[in-house]
């Protein structure tokens, strides 16, 4: 499989995957003190037609990887004691600029491969951001997947979820994440339906990660937006 590297809309992009053949194109978000990398295995692991993107956020976090928008590490951590965390009512500075750069990428990508089907995937942080961009940027995609997510900005997101009406969506949570609450899954998925999106929901046994039944649910519903059709489980 063809893979190498793009600077697009000013963001560090590992492109993977058939360019002269894919029937496809999913652009996949990292989540937070995570690296691009880090998820690029997927594009050769799904042995799909599509062709992958997978951006690096533009800020360093801490102790490694990187951020779509800076957080306190140490307020993080502390409020993690307390258990897994529901951010509906998290409303994070800096979120503006990286949308516009994330919807220039995407844009960038669309007039690239106008022909085919796009989707937009996110991991943790990288979930809530996909979100933000369809929400607030009147991103075109043709499905969305939003693994271990959360809302964010309830209140700004209310104002806009009939964007999400008809839109195919993967939903995916794990029942002992530690990180994000199982019941922040519950109710992004629950939030998503009521804004009438067409929801695959994909629970799990374990934590904040993305499992095997994760990427056969993710391979399958790719599959369907690549064939014309949303793939529901």
Not at 38 to 61: E, G, I, W
Not at 98 to 126: C, E, H, K, W
Not at 153 to 166: G, I, K, Q, V
């Amino acid at each position: 499989m063809e893979q190498g590297n793009a600077t697009i809309a000013g963001l560090s992009t590992i492109i993977a995957g058939p360019a002269s053949s894919a029937r496809l194109v999913v652009v996949v978000l990292h989540g937070y003190a995570m690296d691009n990398a880090d998820l690029a295995p997927f594009a050769h692991s799904m042995q799909l037609p599509a062709l992958f993107a997978f951006p690096r956020a533009p800020h360093a976090a801490q102790p490694r990887g990187y951020t779509w928008w800076p957080i306190d590490s140490e307020a993080r951590a502390a409020a993690l004691r307390y258990g897994a965390r529901d951010l509906f009512d998290n409303y994070p500075d800096n979120r503006e600029s990286v949308r516009l750069q994330l919807r220039n990428l995407l844009q960038m990508i669309r007039d690239t491969y106008s022909n085919l089907p796009l989707v937009l995937a996110g991991f943790s942080q990288g979930g809530m951001l996909a979100c933000e961009l369809i929400l607030h940027d009147l991103v075109r995609v043709d499905g969305l997947a939003l693994l271990s997510a959360s809302r964010l900005a309830l209140n700004e997101w209310d104002l806009h979820a009939s964007r999400m009406r008809d839109l195919p969506i993967l939903v995916s949570h794990g029942k002992t994440d530690a990180d994000l609450a199982y019941s922040a899954g519950e109710k992004l998925r629950n939030w998503l339906s009521l804004a009438g999106a067409k929801v695959t929901w994909v629970p799990f046994e374990t934590g904040h990660e993305i499992p095997l039944p994760v990427w056969r649910q993710l391979r399958r519903f790719l599959t369907g937006i690549s064939n014309g059709r949303a793939s529901q489980a």
